[in-house]
Each structure stands twice: as C-alpha cells, then as structure tokens.
C-alpha cells in the first residue's frame, strides 16, 4: 500500500510528469495506491475511484467519470470549476 499526499506541489512541471509516470507506473504493476491530488487530469486517466472531501468529509464518491466528469454536489462542482480554469 503506497500513500500518497501532494507529491507534486513543489514540483517544477518537468518533474511533475515524471513523478506522475512514476505512479502510474506502480500501479501498473499492481500497487495499491491511495493519493491525495490537485492533479485532475491525472487521477481521471488513473484512478480507479475518486473521493471528494469537503470540510473533512466524504462529500462525493464513485469512479472517476461519474465525480469528475458528472458530480451530483455543488460542491464537487464547484472546486472542480476552480481547478480547471
């Protein structure tokens, strides 16, 4: 079980793709992963399932189609529309 929490806010954008690479790449090979991420385009092409917190709760949960692509919560939604500017 590999955790991950933020392991690319520091990162220039060079290394964010690498890091990034890295992970897919464990879970290719079949490492369970459990990642905290700003990075929505990567956890839409990566993820299994997604959960949105909101105020440390469970706000939305599902695959990544359905809360990324269809959220049901204003919330959702709206952090969603900030980060995808």
Known sequence: LLLLDEITSALDPQLVGEVLDLVAELKGAGSTILMATHEIGFAHRVADQVVYL????????????QVLDAPEHPETREFLRRVLR
Not at 54 to 65: D, K, L
């Open 54 to 65: 909101h105020a440390g709760r469970i706000c939305e949960q599902g695959p990544p189609g």
